[in-house]
């Protein structure tokens, strides 16, 4: 079964410093995909990131990277230079990538993220 | 702009009545996806759509809830009838491809409250 770990809450950081939201993922399909969403108060989904469970680079999209560690089944997400505007809720998800009957994705219970001027 | 388009944004309704939520995928996309969100239980995903065919409404209450793709570019959730425990914003997510590289693009979603 698939499983999504997201176990802080809430977290706070000062603006332009960095900051690392943890995500732990149990899958036993080799291959899956690993997605970072941010929730700002206004209710939207935004896709920030991917992460392939065959890559070998980990992921990068402007201030946001992805910390994949697929041994230890964790893909954090790094924000460098936090700004006011990265408060938000953030959630992480996994797709598995089954080839017969489709897929799904799930989602972690989210980290809502502070960022203090 | 390609976005996900949901009608309504907002909806409240009596218990014991029909509720019909609207999507309208991003053109071309081939996968569309039904969630619920709510702060008990996070985002559950209710049911998923591959080139307009239902490939798992597991997460969903068969009794009430129906989820259909008339179209390409429309996909309904019903719930019939709507309980106060419906109560929960209901995102619709649509991508390309079935592969688990796939990112979804979410719609602003619909808030339901049922009184």
């Known amino acids: 079964a698939q499983k999504i770990t997201q176990t802080q809450p809430g977290m706070f950081v000062q603006e332009k410093e960095a900051v690392t939201l943890d995500c732990t993922y149990d899958?036993?399909?080799?291959?899956?995909?690993l997605f970072w969403y941010k929730q700002p108060s206004s209710g939207e989904m935004i896709f920030l990131i991917y992460?392939?469970?065959?890559?070998?680079q980990n992921a990068t999209e402007g201030r946001y990277s992805l910390n994949f560690q697929k041994a230890r089944k964790s893909a954090n997400l790094v924000i460098s230079a936090s700004q006011l505007g990265d408060s938000a809720m953030y959630f992480c998800?996994?797709?598995?990538?089954?080839?017969?009957?489709?897929?799904?994705?799930?989602f972690g219970a989210g980290t809502r993220l502070f960022v203090k001027a | 702009d390609a976005r996900v388009t949901q009608t309504p944004r907002h909806k409240v309704t009596e218990m014991g009545q029909e509720v019909t939520m609207r999507c309208q995928p991003i053109?071309?996309?081939?996968?569309v996806f039904w969630y619920r969100q709510t702060m008990m239980q996070g985002l559950e995903l209710l049911a998923y759509?591959?080139?307009?065919?239902?490939?798992?409404d597991s997460g969903m209450p068969k009794d009430r809830f129906s989820a259909e793709m008339p179209d390409a570019t429309l996909a309904t959730l019903k719930i019939q009838p709507s309980e106060p425990r419906d109560s929960a914003v209901y995102f619709c997510?649509?991508?390309?491809?079935?592969?688990?590289?796939?990112?979804?693009?979410f719609g602003q979603g619909t808030r339901l409250t049922v009184v």
């Open positions: 992460q392939g469970s065959y890559d070998q």
């Open positions: 053109l071309g996309h081939n996968t």
């Open positions: 997510a649509s991508g390309l491809g079935d592969r688990s590289t796939t990112e979804a693009f």
């Open positions: 759509f591959r080139n307009r065919a239902p490939l798992d």
């Open positions: 899958t036993s399909d080799p291959s899956y995909g």
């Open positions: 998800a996994m797709r598995e990538g089954r080839v017969a009957g489709g897929f799904k994705t799930i």
